[in-house]
């Protein structure tokens, strides 16, 4: 079965360090690959995304992850941490070709804590 | 600048009462979805729509249905509610193409059903 995995429920890093919240996803073919941000009682918001190209992508607020076709992971990366990062993260896999891709595969996310 | 905009934000329901959630997307977008969230087990699918006039069952259809009337809304109705469908209602779209990658979400809307 397709699956995407968050192996930490949450997340606990020291303002200005860095930060990492994991992803694996477990799917055929070539997947797209996305982050989404979510704060207190607010929607899901768009981060970055892997299509093709350089395994390395940037995307809002200065995260950016890294695609890692063996390891079939794309962690969310960020040099130096905020307070204000504080949020629940996302990781979801649109899995390549069709039938299935009208369906997007979301984990059950990671609770990043930055701490002043 | 709206994209996805869901309505109502708060309601509480009585068990057995119906109720319908209303999703409106501005962004000529095929594609439209209803998700649910709930602690520890993130977004799970419930119904999505390719069209205007398509609907299809995702992950954890049963007790809602869905109409897709026009390519701009897409409504979620529950018949009779149960205090299992007591969640958080996440309304998202998002267009055909390489471009249309990208799925857009709403702000959400706060079910509780006593």
């Known amino acids: 079965a397709q699956s995407v995995a968050q192996p930490e429920d949450q997340v606990n890093v020291a303002e200005g360090n860095p930060l990492t919240v994991k992803c694996t996803y477990s799917v055929s073919g070539n997947p797209y690959l996305f982050w989404y941000v979510q704060y207190p009682n607010r929607g899901l918001q768009f981060l970055l995304k892997?299509?093709?190209?350089?395994?390395l992508v940037k995307g809002s607020y200065g995260f950016e992850a890294e695609f890692n076709k063996s390891q079939t992971s794309f962690h969310l990366k960020k040099p130096s941490a905020l307070v204000s990062d504080s949020a629940l993260y996302f990781c979801?896999?649109?899995?390549?070709?069709?039938?299935?891709?009208?369906?997007?595969?979301f984990g059950t996310g990671t609770r990043l804590k930055v701490l002043a | 600048n709206a994209g996805v905009t869901q309505t109502p934000k708060f309601r509480v329901l009585k068990t057995g009462q119906s109720m319908t959630l209303l999703c409106a997307q501005d962004m000529n977008h095929e594609y439209m979805y209803w998700y649910r969230q709930d602690p520890g087990m993130g977004l799970r699918l419930i119904h999505y729509?390719?069209?205007?006039?398509?609907?299809a069952k995702g992950e954890v259809p049963d007790g809602y249905n869905v109409s897709r009337l026009k390519k701009q809304n897409f409504l979620l109705g529950l018949e009779s509610a149960a205090p299992s469908q007591t969640s958080v209602y996440f309304c998202?779209?998002?267009?055909?193409?390489?471009?249309?990658?990208?799925?857009?979400f709403g702000e959400g809307s706060w079910l509780t059903v006593v």
């Open positions: 729509s390719v069209g205007e006039g398509t609907t």
């Open positions: 979801a896999v649109r899995p390549a070709g069709a039938p299935g891709t009208y369906k997007y595969i």
């Open positions: 998202a779209s998002r267009s055909t193409g390489d471009t249309g990658n990208t799925i857009y």
């Open positions: 892997y299509i093709t190209g350089d395994n």
